[in-house]
C-alpha cells in the first residue's frame, strides 16, 4: 500500500511524554497532497505514484504542466515527485493527508541539505589542520601534501578535500512520527531533518522498518 507525502519543513521544536521526558521533535507542514499519476509496469515500466503538492496561480506553472493536472481536474500545483510502489492502491485524482499515518509509526524523511557553497577540508570533512607552532603561518586549516612525488603520482579520484558542500538529496531513515494534527495538517517526527526552514520534504514509509 502506498503511504507518501510531501510538505515543508516548519522548524524544530519539542514536546514531553507521560514521564515529562522532553522529545525534540521537527515539525513539518504535509499535505495536502493530490495523486497526479499512477505509473504502472505496462505503460512505464515500473509502478510508482506521483504526488502534486502547494497550489499556486495558474501563472506559476507551465502550459505543459497545467495539461498534465488537467486531466483529473487537479488545481496548479507547484511541486511533483514520484514515489516507488510496489502496489500502490491509490487513484488519480485522490487526496492524501497525513492521516496515512500514525502515531509511533517509522517513516523515511528526504530532503535538500543546506547548501554551504565552496568550503575547506576543515569545515567539509572535519581535517585536523596543520600544527599551531613551529613556524607555521599560514596553514592551520590547509589539507596538507596531496598524493605522492613518485606512485602513483596522482590524487586519486573521490579524495576528501576542498570543494562544494551541501544542497545535496539526503534520506534520514527510521524517524518516529511523535505526533499528527490533521487540521492544521501537520506531522512531527523525533529528531532533526534536512534542509532550511520551508524547504521541501519527502515523508514516505520506512524501507527499513
Known sequence: MFKGLLGKK????????DN?????ITVIEAGPCYVTQVRNQETDGYTAVQLGYDEVKPSRITNAEKG???????PPLRFLREFRVVDPQVSEGDKVSVDLFALGELVDVIGTSKGRGFAGGVKRY???GGPKTHGQSD??????SHGSGTTPGRVFKGAHGPGHMGNDRVTIQNLTVAFID???NLIGVKGAIPGARGGLVMIRDARKA
Open 126 to 128: 572535519g581535517f585536523r
Open 68 to 74: 498534465h493536472l488537467k486531466r483529473n481536474n487537479l
Open 10 to 17: 516548519i522548524g524544530m521544536t519539542q514536546i514531553f511524554d
Open 182 to 184: 490533521p487540521e492544521r
Open 20 to 24: 515529562g521526558v522532553a522529545i525534540p
Open 139 to 144: 596553514r592551520l586549516r590547509a589539507p596538507g
